[in-house]
Protein backbone atom coordinates (compact mmCIF):
# COMPACT_ATOMS: atom_id res chain seq x y z
CA UNK A 1 0.00 0.00 0.00
CA UNK A 2 1.25 3.09 -0.62
CA UNK A 3 1.05 6.32 1.54
CA UNK A 4 -1.63 7.79 -0.57
CA UNK A 5 -3.89 5.48 -0.05
CA UNK A 6 -6.85 5.93 2.02
CA UNK A 7 -7.54 3.69 4.80
CA UNK A 8 -10.69 3.25 6.75
CA UNK A 9 -11.52 1.14 9.70
CA UNK A 10 -14.56 -0.04 11.68
CA UNK A 11 -14.54 -2.24 14.68
CA UNK A 12 -16.84 -5.50 14.26
CA UNK A 13 -17.70 -8.22 16.44
CA UNK A 14 -15.30 -10.37 14.40
CA UNK A 15 -12.40 -7.17 15.01
CA UNK A 16 -11.84 -4.91 12.71
CA UNK A 17 -12.87 -4.38 8.79
CA UNK A 18 -10.68 -2.39 6.76
CA UNK A 19 -11.47 -0.34 3.03
CA UNK A 20 -8.45 0.96 1.37
CA UNK A 21 -9.28 3.60 -1.72
CA UNK A 22 -6.74 4.04 -4.58
CA UNK A 23 -5.05 7.50 -5.17
CA UNK A 24 -7.95 8.17 -7.09
CA UNK A 25 -10.58 7.69 -4.26
CA UNK A 26 -11.41 3.78 -5.95
CA UNK A 27 -12.35 1.14 -4.10
CA UNK A 28 -8.71 -0.49 -3.53
CA UNK A 29 -9.01 -3.49 -1.49
CA UNK A 30 -10.97 -4.59 1.87
CA UNK A 31 -9.03 -6.36 5.13
CA UNK A 32 -10.11 -8.34 8.19
CA UNK A 33 -7.96 -8.54 10.62
CA UNK A 34 -8.33 -9.42 14.91
CA UNK A 35 -6.46 -6.90 16.26
CA UNK A 36 -6.33 -3.49 15.22
CA UNK A 37 -1.90 -3.21 15.28
CA UNK A 38 -2.47 -6.11 12.54
CA UNK A 39 -3.22 -3.14 9.79
CA UNK A 40 0.01 -1.51 9.97
CA UNK A 41 1.82 -4.57 9.26
CA UNK A 42 -0.51 -5.14 5.91
CA UNK A 43 -0.16 -1.32 5.55
CA UNK A 44 3.54 -0.65 6.23
CA UNK A 45 3.30 2.42 4.45
CA UNK A 46 -0.10 3.78 5.33
CA UNK A 47 0.78 7.38 7.40
CA UNK A 48 -3.18 7.76 8.32
CA UNK A 49 -5.89 5.40 9.41
CA UNK A 50 -9.77 7.02 9.77
CA UNK A 51 -11.45 4.77 12.36
CA UNK A 52 -14.81 4.46 13.52
CA UNK A 53 -14.06 4.28 17.09
CA UNK A 54 -13.44 7.14 19.87
CA UNK A 55 -9.41 7.67 19.64
CA UNK A 56 -8.84 10.53 22.17
CA UNK A 57 -10.55 10.00 25.69
CA UNK A 58 -11.22 12.74 28.71
CA UNK A 59 -12.33 12.25 32.13
CA UNK A 60 -15.02 13.78 32.00
CA UNK A 61 -19.16 12.75 31.60
CA UNK A 62 -18.90 13.71 27.62
CA UNK A 63 -16.78 15.03 25.14
CA UNK A 64 -17.79 18.42 23.12
CA UNK A 65 -17.26 16.05 19.76
CA UNK A 66 -19.72 13.83 20.59
CA UNK A 67 -22.21 16.52 21.65
CA UNK A 68 -21.46 18.63 18.57
CA UNK A 69 -22.19 15.10 16.02
CA UNK A 70 -25.31 14.01 17.80
CA UNK A 71 -26.67 17.58 17.22
CA UNK A 72 -25.92 17.94 13.69
CA UNK A 73 -26.97 14.58 12.57
CA UNK A 74 -30.47 15.07 14.19
CA UNK A 75 -32.50 13.22 16.56
CA UNK A 76 -33.24 9.92 14.43
CA UNK A 77 -29.09 9.54 13.42
CA UNK A 78 -27.81 11.29 16.36
CA UNK A 79 -28.73 7.88 18.37
CA UNK A 80 -26.18 6.19 16.69
CA UNK A 81 -23.20 8.36 18.07
CA UNK A 82 -22.90 6.82 21.40
CA UNK A 83 -21.07 8.78 24.49
CA UNK A 84 -17.21 7.35 24.96
CA UNK A 85 -16.03 6.00 28.08
CA UNK A 86 -13.64 8.26 30.46
CA UNK A 87 -10.14 7.60 29.65
CA UNK A 88 -9.35 6.08 33.44
CA UNK A 89 -11.57 3.00 32.00
CA UNK A 90 -8.23 1.64 29.80
CA UNK A 91 -5.93 2.32 32.49
CA UNK A 92 -3.99 -0.64 33.53
CA UNK A 93 -5.76 -0.34 36.68
CA UNK A 94 -9.25 -0.77 35.28
CA UNK A 95 -9.23 -2.31 31.61
CA UNK A 96 -10.26 -6.08 33.14
CA UNK A 97 -12.73 -5.10 35.46
CA UNK A 98 -16.61 -5.13 35.15
CA UNK A 99 -18.95 -2.62 33.94
CA UNK A 100 -20.80 -2.56 37.41
CA UNK A 101 -16.80 -1.69 39.14
CA UNK A 102 -16.41 0.71 36.10
CA UNK A 103 -19.53 2.57 37.03
CA UNK A 104 -19.03 2.60 40.43
CA UNK A 105 -15.61 4.62 39.89
CA UNK A 106 -17.39 6.59 37.37
CA UNK A 107 -20.09 7.69 39.67
CA UNK A 108 -17.57 8.68 42.29
CA UNK A 109 -14.98 10.49 39.67
CA UNK A 110 -17.80 12.35 37.47
CA UNK A 111 -21.26 11.46 38.86
CA UNK A 112 -22.37 9.50 36.15
CA UNK A 113 -22.37 6.09 34.72
CA UNK A 114 -22.48 4.35 30.89
CA UNK A 115 -24.43 1.63 29.77
CA UNK A 116 -22.54 -2.11 29.32
CA UNK A 117 -22.67 -1.60 25.32
CA UNK A 118 -20.49 1.46 25.74
CA UNK A 119 -17.95 0.22 28.19
CA UNK A 120 -17.75 -3.16 26.42
CA UNK A 121 -15.55 -0.61 23.56
CA UNK A 122 -12.77 -0.21 26.06
CA UNK A 123 -11.00 -2.87 24.85
CA UNK A 124 -10.87 -1.89 21.23
CA UNK A 125 -10.60 1.80 21.94
CA UNK A 126 -7.16 0.55 24.12
CA UNK A 127 -5.96 -1.05 20.77
CA UNK A 128 -6.36 1.87 19.08
CA UNK A 129 -4.79 4.04 21.96
CA UNK A 130 -1.63 1.71 21.81
CA UNK A 131 -1.02 2.19 18.02
CA UNK A 132 -1.04 6.07 18.32
CA UNK A 133 2.52 7.46 17.53
CA UNK A 134 4.03 10.56 15.90
CA UNK A 135 4.61 8.16 12.75
CA UNK A 136 1.03 7.51 12.64
CA UNK A 137 -1.96 9.62 12.68
CA UNK A 138 -5.23 7.64 13.41
CA UNK A 139 -8.25 10.17 13.40
CA UNK A 140 -11.81 9.48 14.41
CA UNK A 141 -14.29 9.62 12.15
CA UNK A 142 -18.18 8.67 12.60
CA UNK A 143 -20.07 7.24 9.74
CA UNK A 144 -22.98 8.75 9.43
CA UNK A 145 -21.46 11.98 9.44
CA UNK A 146 -19.97 11.19 6.16
CA UNK A 147 -22.85 10.02 4.80
CA UNK A 148 -24.80 13.04 5.44
CA UNK A 149 -21.90 15.00 4.11
CA UNK A 150 -22.35 13.28 0.69
CA UNK A 151 -25.78 13.41 1.31
CA UNK A 152 -25.93 17.31 1.07
CA UNK A 153 -25.69 17.54 4.84
CA UNK A 154 -29.22 16.16 4.81
CA UNK A 155 -29.21 13.19 7.49
CA UNK A 156 -30.03 9.94 6.19
CA UNK A 157 -33.73 8.68 6.60
CA UNK A 158 -33.33 5.37 6.86
CA UNK A 159 -31.19 3.27 9.56
CA UNK A 160 -28.17 1.48 8.05
CA UNK A 161 -29.84 -1.30 9.42
CA UNK A 162 -32.80 -1.60 7.07
CA UNK A 163 -32.93 -2.68 2.60
CA UNK A 164 -33.51 1.19 2.00
CA UNK A 165 -30.66 2.59 4.50
CA UNK A 166 -28.26 0.48 2.92
CA UNK A 167 -29.32 0.47 -1.15
CA UNK A 168 -29.15 4.59 0.13
CA UNK A 169 -25.77 4.81 1.87
CA UNK A 170 -24.31 2.36 -1.18
CA UNK A 171 -25.84 4.72 -4.18
CA UNK A 172 -23.96 7.94 -1.79
CA UNK A 173 -20.67 5.64 -2.07
CA UNK A 174 -21.30 4.87 -5.63
CA UNK A 175 -21.95 8.56 -6.50
CA UNK A 176 -18.32 9.66 -5.00
CA UNK A 177 -16.17 7.43 -6.48
CA UNK A 178 -16.49 4.34 -4.37
CA UNK A 179 -18.32 1.62 -5.92
CA UNK A 180 -17.45 -1.99 -3.28
CA UNK A 181 -17.54 -5.00 -5.76
CA UNK A 182 -19.51 -8.07 -5.16
CA UNK A 183 -16.25 -9.58 -4.37
CA UNK A 184 -14.67 -8.35 -1.22
CA UNK A 185 -12.01 -10.51 -0.96
CA UNK A 186 -11.10 -11.68 2.90
CA UNK A 187 -14.46 -10.25 3.95
CA UNK A 188 -16.75 -12.33 1.73
CA UNK A 189 -19.68 -13.62 3.78
CA UNK A 190 -17.44 -12.85 7.12
CA UNK A 191 -18.88 -9.62 8.55
CA UNK A 192 -22.11 -7.76 8.41
CA UNK A 193 -22.36 -5.37 4.97
CA UNK A 194 -23.12 -2.20 7.22
CA UNK A 195 -19.62 -2.62 8.97
CA UNK A 196 -18.08 -2.78 5.29
CA UNK A 197 -20.21 0.26 4.16
CA UNK A 198 -19.17 2.16 7.37
CA UNK A 199 -15.80 1.36 6.91
CA UNK A 200 -15.83 2.67 2.92
CA UNK A 201 -17.19 5.72 4.28
CA UNK A 202 -14.40 6.42 6.72
CA UNK A 203 -12.10 5.99 3.87
CA UNK A 204 -13.84 8.91 1.67
CA UNK A 205 -13.17 11.14 4.68
CA UNK A 206 -9.55 10.11 5.13
CA UNK A 207 -9.22 11.12 1.39
CA UNK A 208 -10.91 14.28 2.17
CA UNK A 209 -7.97 14.54 5.04
CA UNK A 210 -5.59 14.26 2.50
CA UNK A 211 -6.63 16.88 0.65
CA UNK A 212 -7.07 19.62 3.24
CA UNK A 213 -11.21 19.24 2.84
CA UNK A 214 -12.11 16.97 6.09
CA UNK A 215 -13.72 19.83 8.60
CA UNK A 216 -13.80 18.48 12.22
CA UNK A 217 -15.61 18.78 15.38
CA UNK A 218 -15.30 20.87 17.58
CA UNK A 219 -12.15 23.02 15.46
CA UNK A 220 -9.99 22.86 18.22
CA UNK A 221 -7.00 20.87 18.02
CA UNK A 222 -6.47 21.07 21.91
CA UNK A 223 -10.39 18.83 22.21
CA UNK A 224 -11.16 15.50 20.94
CA UNK A 225 -11.99 15.99 17.21
CA UNK A 226 -14.15 14.06 14.97
CA UNK A 227 -14.08 14.23 11.31
CA UNK A 228 -15.68 14.40 8.07
Same mark, same amino acid.
Given at each position: +?????? %? !??? !? ?11 ? *? ?16 ? /? ?6 ? !? ?6 ? $? *? ?12 ? %? ?24 ? #? ?12 ? #???? &? ?11 ? &? ?16 ? +?? +?? =?????? /? =? ?5 ? +? ?9 ? !??? %? ?5 ? $????? =? ?9 ? #? ?12 ? /?????? =? ?5
Amino acid at each position: +MTKKSF %L !GVD !GCKEGWVGVALNT *NGRFQESILVDKFSELTK /YFPDVEII !GVDMPVDL $V *NKPSRMADQLVRKK %LGSKRGRSVFPAIPKFMIERKWIDMK #ADELNKESRRRLGC #AFSR &QTINLKNKILEVN &QLLSPSLNIIEVHPELCF +MK +MN =SDIPLE /Y =SKKTWNG +MQQRLQLLEKN !GID %LPSNLGP $VNGLV =SPDDVIDAAAV #AWTIKRFHAGHAIS /YPDDSN =SPQIWV
